[in-house]
T-cell receptor
Framework: DSGVTQTPKHLITATGQRVTLRCSPR?????VYWYQQSLDQGLQFLIQ???????AKGNILERFSAQQFPDLHSELNLSSLELGDSALYFC?????????????FGAGSRLTVL | QQPVQSPQAVILREGEDAVINCSSS?????VHWYRQKHGEAPVFLMI?????EQKGHDKISASFNEKKQQSSLYLTASQLSYSGTYFC?????????????????FGQGTILTVHP
């Protein structure tokens, strides 16, 4: 157990629907990252939050949004889902915002869009 | 801004060595190495911060050439447990743009397969 908790572990939904993925960071970690990993692909950076504020943005679609709450948990909202959104979504947390701090990954949320 | 890894795949026999390279077109602040087993979360291997810094963990070590904006991961006397996909993650230096600071971008990965 890495200490980063992601729910749900698996999610199957239909095109056009909306889903919310949740992430609780490790205790003491202020930064949360979201990554998308399509089948046998690399880790695509979506967005980073640090202590409640958006810190960096990757190639995140306009249909996707995220936020980090005062208790530091984060949610990734995916709307108007398309078949191509099927992927493993990882949340990772980090003590600080950059540098020597280790990025610790959760087990991921596997989204299947039918 | 995504780092480029090479090779894309490596096949080894137990006991053989391998080198995985990671290069960036931007000045790097740090390089992170992770290993991912199929269907699992990536697991941290090491971080390199300073130019020329070399770190080691068991028979896995890495170097960081700040001037060339490159990092290499060295796996010696490979074991079956080394099989997996290796990712390098890079952070661009703060002077390259404050909004990029903390943005950790990963390469496409190198698939390492170790056979008995």
């Amino acid at each position: 157990d890495s200490g980063v908790t992601q729910t749900p572990k698996h999610l199957i939904t239909a095109t056009g629907q909306r889903v919310t993925l949740r992430c609780s960071p490790r205790s003491g970690d202020l930064s949360v990252y979201w990554y998308q990993q399509s089948l046998d692909q690399g880790l695509q950076f979506l967005i980073q939050y640090y202590n409640g504020e958006e810190r960096a943005k990757g190639n995140i679609l306009e249909r996707f949004s995220a936020q980090q709450f005062p208790d530091l948990h984060s949610e990734l909202n995916l709307s108007s889902l398309e078949l191509g959104d099927s992927a493993l979504y990882f949340c990772a947390s980090r003590r600080g915002g950059a540098g020597a701090n280790v990025l610790t990954f959760g087990a991921g949320s596997r989204l299947t869009v039918l | 801004q995504q780092p480029v890894q090479s090779p894309q795949a490596v096949i080894l026999r137990e006991g053989e060595d391998a080198v995985i390279n990671c290069s960036s077109s931007k000045a790097l602040y740090s390089v992170h190495w992770y290993r991912q087993k199929h269907g699992e979360a990536p697991v941290f291997l090491m971080i390199l911060l300073k130019g020329g810094e070399q770190k080691g963990h068991d028979k896995i070590s890495a170097s960081f050439n700040e001037k060339k904006q490159q990092s290499s991961l060295y796996l010696t006397a490979s074991q079956l447990s080394y099989s997996g996909t290796y990712f390098c993650g890079t952070e661009i230096g703060a002077n390259a743009g404050g909004t990029s600071y903390g943005k950790l971008t990963f390469g496409q990965g190198t698939i390492l397969t170790v056979h008995p």
